[in-house]
């Protein structure tokens, strides 16, 4: 039959993209243009400060980042704890690094797999208790805030991320009962220019201010500029099975601007280009599974955004302020926000406009969202996200009930005409034209859509995908316990129940159907539910519970038509 060609051509397709996603993400070749503007770009970082020829002025977002990250030896460590994250402070600049969030661990345990593990005679499965650290000091997983001041030119030098500051304490700790933690830095020079650079963190919150208070006694006018960055190096995590690997999530930059609103800058385009763009607002970020990084400077300014591409294949993406001239005797204060944490949607709409954005759902963002939505005031009464699935599935059946009624009627009919079928089948079997003609002939009296199985399929598609990246993307649902075993509805059943259900609904869904005429058909129909419960064991449980609640679903109101049209004259 057309349809089942259809679907097959469909399944092979999907498959064949996946895996070629993934093979050119893991082993594609870096064009050489790319490398060799790299090239370029370390060379001239690289040039030495003392030559007989004037030194030309350098951008603003060369005196940024062009330093090397080791300029002195290393100095004094703040630490900062509060209810959710704990992080280290880099007296050499004020620097924020080795950020972990509390409430987010990297593995748990799963105390029902471990028992049968034991039941079996095998030992538990060891877990990384250690919480999810974001932001991150070691060479190969570098990933720091920086942030810091660059003065006009003719002006007092200004404290950088290169510069040294004095602290007060070495450790601070956000107390019970206390909302608010601030934890200050001084800096000052020998021309009366000073800098007091205050982290302000808040309790439950991701989110810290900086205040940069400059404070100008060097008895003349000072003009200058705030700046803040993200410094990263790019580092591959465990990216799972061939299958899913080509629809990982983005792992890069982002911006946001007034004009181009969210705009991803990966690190390829990085090396090609640096970024320099102007905007009202905005803000500048480095994002990854689950977890986003951003600064946000004041949205009533206008901000310079930009990328730039270091040596050792280092990263950064910031933006500085306008300039504003300090009188003598006089202070102000620069502010700006940093967001580290969970890409939680409510909680990332209050802090800037489309920061929510950072939880990307592909092309199909336009389906990601309202599913999402729907998910959460489920999740808001069920107060569990599996059963939440189970109410998206149910809501989606009942959307598409008319197109699946009208759909199973037809394949109720065609099962009905099966043997009349064969009998044409049999008379013209040296006549294929003429069999056509009878068998449309047929269709057409009968009422019978022949390509009507396959329109719930069409639409099933692009609602299956956008879950795959709810499920995949979305933070609430990792590490999200179900029922029993499933402990983590973003990852694969530990016992590969959930994918056997599945085949078996699709095996009882199957047989629901007419069988193809076709014998060869018939043999490749058969394999259907044995390939896709394969294809199934590597995907997310939540993404499989809600297949099979489909499968069910379907199967119920398959059958109530089925027997309905059969029991009819």
């Known amino acids: 039959m057309d349809n089942i060609r259809f679907l097959l051509v469909i399944a092979f397709a999907m498959i064949v993209l996946l895996l070629w996603q993934a093979w050119q993400k893991d082993y594609g070749l870096q064009p050489i243009a790319q490398i060799e503007s790299a090239a370029v770009a370390d060379v001239k970082e690289d040039l030495p400060a003392t030559t007989n020829t004037p030194a030309q002025p350098q951008s603003e977002e060369q005196q940024i980042a062009a330093a090397p990250l080791a300029a002195v030896p290393a100095v004094a460590i703040v630490t900062v704890k509060t209810d959710v994250i704990a992080l280290e402070i880099d007296m050499q600049g004020g620097t924020i690094q080795n950020l972990d969030l509390l409430n987010y661990p990297v593995e748990k345990d799963n ?11 095998l030992e538990a499965a060891e877990k ?8 991150n000091s070691s060479p190969e997983k570098m990933f720091i805030a920086q942030s810091g001041l660059i003065a006009a030119s003719g002006n007092t030098a200004a404290p950088d991320h290169h510069s040294i500051y004095s602290h007060e304490a070495n450790s601070y700790v956000l107390a019970e009962g206390q909302d608010s933690l601030t934890v200050p830095l001084t800096w000052t020079d020998n021309n009366g220019l000073a800098m007091t650079k205050a982290f302000v963190f808040k309790r439950g919150s991701y989110e810290i201010t900086l205040n940069q208070n400059v404070k100008n006694n060097s008895g003349k006018d000072w003009s200058g500029r705030q700046y803040s960055q993200l410094l990263r190096v790019p580092f591959k995590e465990n990216t799972g099975n061939m299958l899913t690997a080509g629809m990982r999530a983005y792992d890069g930059g982002v911006v946001y601007t007034e004009k181009d609103k969210y705009k991803k800058i990966n690190f390829d385009d990085m ?3 640096n970024l320099d763009v ?11 599974h689950y977890f986003a990084s951003a600064w946000i400077p004041p949205a009533d300014a206008e901000n310079h955004f930009y990328t730039k591409h270091l040596k050792d294949e280092r990263y950064v993406i910031g933006s500085y302020s306008p300039s504003v001239t300090v009188a003598n005797n006089t202070e102000t204060q620069f502010v700006s926000r940093l967001f580290s944490g969970p890409k939680i949607q409510p909680v990332m709409e209050k802090i800037a406009p489309g920061l929510e954005l950072t939880v990307d759902y592909s092309v199909l963002t336009f389906i990601g969202k309202p599913i999402y939505w729907l998910l959460n005031k489920i999740h808001s009464f069920t107060n569990n996200w599996g059963f939440a699935i189970i109410g998206v599935t149910m809501c989606i059946k009942l959307l598409m009930f008319p197109l699946t009624q009208a759909s199973f009627i037809s394949m109720a009919r065609m099962r009905k005409i099966q043997p009349r079928l064969k009998e044409l089948q049999e008379r013209f079997a040296d006549d294929r034209p003429r069999f056509n003609k009878e068998m449309m002939d047929m269709y057409k009296k009968e009422k019978v859509n022949p390509l009507g199985g396959c329109l719930p399929i069409l639409f099933q598609i692009p609602v299956f995908m956008s879950l795959y990246w709810v499920l995949s993307e979305t933070v609430e649902f990792r590490q999200a316990p179900f029922l029993l075993w499933i402990q983590d509805l973003s990852a694969m059943d530990p016992f590969l129940v959930l994918p056997v259900i599945m085949g078996i609904t699709m095996k009882i869904q199957q047989g629901l159907n007419p069988p193809p005429i076709d ?11 044995l390939v896709f419960t394969v294809f199934f064991l590597f995907f997310p449980a939540g993404l499989v519970l809600y297949w099979v609640v489909n499968n069910t679903l379907s199967i119920i109101q398959q059958t109530y038509i089925t027997k309905k049209i059969n029991a009819q004259a």
């Open 111 to 121: 105390t029902i797999v471990n028992s049968i593990r034991k039941l079996v005679g």
């Open 271 to 273: 090396v090609d280009d």
């Open 128 to 135: 990384n208790h250690q919480p999810v650290r974001l932001f």
């Open 519 to 529: 014998p060869v058909q018939a043999k490749i129909l058969k394999m259907f539910p």
């Open 278 to 288: 102007a905007t009202q607002g905005g803000w500048a970020a480095m994002i990854q």
